[in-house]
């Protein structure tokens, strides 16, 4: 891309730990190649706004270890309208920002891929969400870190479900898929997972703690995905307790704990190569794609099937799973 001088960089929808490392490789990678690279704070309405930081090297120093994301992120609903992003594209275009990576979900890819059908601005998506759901990549920025969390907090119930015979309902982020939970669940051992994928499983949950009941099993950690049909955790439990009285019953919510936090060294790693691969991609002349990692390579998704298209979780890890927590 002969025109390509200056591009934007910008974080969108939650945080996730392994941002600031994509926001380093994007601006030093850019850099390398002879770019500027500006920073847009607050996402699409940093762009509305004409919130524009010019990157240097020193900029991003000093961040790749830190959890959440030094450009801020936000919700634009002023960016869904025609109006807003014509406001901001003119602001781009007054900036002279050439080109722009997004880091963020798939809906900072489908604001983007609308933009770029509009307006003829390459952007180019980088994955940043703990839930792990975008089809297209295999693992998003944010999510090992986000794991980790959800298992050291898990241990620590487990030490005192044991010592006071409790049964345990543990709520994890994932209102529209069961990733955390069920990748989490597996590591922590739990007796059982709740995933928005798998409809009616408060019925045989209830056979599973009946059977664990007469068989004196001392404590059970549940692990429910926020999104369950059920109503969630608090829910699922109280219905729990008119069947089970003899049940210790507490919930626990883990929150926003799991997006903050000193990324992982997967995380960092990742994200460092996805920040690299989008710079390529956009000297490649690419526009209106996710990079993203599939079997351990570096791979490239159109915006309109990373939007459109939906991840699903491995249900065979899940049968494996229910086979363990016997």
Same mark, same amino acid.
């Given at each position: 891309m002969a025109k390509l001088k200056k591009i934007g960089v910008f974080t969108s929808g939650g945080d996730a730990p392994g941002m600031n490392a994509a926001i380093r490789a994007v601006t030093r990678t850019a850099i390398y190649y002879g770019l500027h690279v500006i920073g847009i704070r607050h996402g699409y309405e940093g762009i509305i706004n004409g919130n524009f930081k010019e990157l240097k090297a020193f900029n991003v120093s000093d961040i790749i270890q830190r959890g959440g994301t030094i450009l801020k992120t936000a919700r634009s609903k002023e960016f869904r309208t025609p109006e807003g992003r014509k406001k901001a594209f003119e602001r781009l275009r007054s900036a002279g920002i050439d080109a722009v990576v997004a880091i963020g979900g798939d809906g #900072? *890819? &489908? @604001? &983007?891929?609308? *933009? #770029? %059908? %509009? *307006?003829? =601005? $390459? *952007? =180019? @998506?980088? $994955? @940043? #969400?703990?839930?792990?759901?975008i089809y297209g990549t295999d693992y998003t920025i944010g999510y090992d870190t986000a794991l980790n969390t959800v298992v050291e907090a898990i241990d620590k119930i487990r030490d005192t479900a044991s010592s006071h015979n409790r049964l345990f309902f543990v709520e994890v982020m994932g209102r529209d898929a069961g990733f955390i939970a069920l990748r989490s669940g597996i590591a922590c051992g739990a007796e059982a997972i709740l995933i928005p994928e798998i409809k009616n499983q408060v019925s045989n949950l209830k056979d599973f703690l009946e059977k664990g009941f007469k068989r004196k099993k001392s404590s059970n950690i549940i692990i429910v995905a926020e999104g369950e049909e059920s109503g969630g955790a608090f829910a699922i439990a109280e219905k729990v307790k008119e069947d089970f009285k003899d049940y210790d019953v507490r919930v626990t919510v883990l929150g926003h704990i799991q997006r903050g936090g000193t990324p992982s060294a997967y995380d960092r790693v990742t994200a460092s190569l996805f920040g690299h691969a989008a710079v390529q991609a956009l000297l490649d002349d690419q526009q209106s794609i996710m990079v993203g990692m599939v079997n351990g390579e570096i791979a490239h998704c159109t915006f309109n099937k990373a939007v459109k298209k939906h991840k699903q979780v491995d249900m065979e890890?899940?049968?494996? &799973?229910e086979i363990l927590s016997v």
């Open positions: #900072t *890819f &489908a @604001g &983007a891929r609308q *933009f #770029t %059908e %509009e *307006f003829d =601005v $390459p *952007f =180019v @998506g980088i $994955p @940043g #969400t703990i839930d792990n759901d890890k899940m049968e494996i &799973a």
